[in-house]
């Protein structure tokens, strides 16, 4: 069973960065894409940024420009480098990745716990 741990989340003010990391256990070739998501309070989860196996990414609009995302696949970890952060970036941060059923090949997605992204003055 992969298991997802985000790290990196804390408060920051305007304009500040921050480096979120994910580190996925199990061996990397039954991952496939990963991804960073967020849920405020009072929404509903949205994509941030994603990246596959091949390094191919793709940005939610709000974030393009702002947030960069990266991954080792030698190390099972998918980063999330966030600058220029807004007030509006505020939430919790989850690590998901694309997980291939070993005897199957079905993909699943799995879900780190999240980590606490705040920006405030």
């Known amino acids: 069973q992969v298991q997802l741990v985000e790290t990196g989340g804390g408060s920051v003010q305007p304009g500040g960065s921050l480096r979120l990391s994910c580190a996925a256990s199990g061996v990397s070739t039954n991952i496939d894409g990963m991804g960073w998501y967020r849920q405020a309070p009072g929404k509903q989860r949205e994509v941030v940024a994603t990246i596959t196996s091949r390094g191919n990414t793709n940005y939610a609009d709000s974030v393009k420009g702002r947030f960069t995302i990266s991954r080792d696949n030698a190390k099972n970890t998918v980063y999330l480098e966030m600058n220029s952060l807004k007030p509006e970036d505020t939430a919790v941060y989850y690590c998901?990745?694309?997980?291939?059923?070993?005897?199957?090949?079905?993909?699943?997605?799995?879900w780190g716990q999240g980590t606490q992204v705040t920006v405030s003055s």
């Open positions: 998901e990745a694309d997980v291939r059923r070993m005897f199957s090949g079905n993909y699943y997605p799995a």
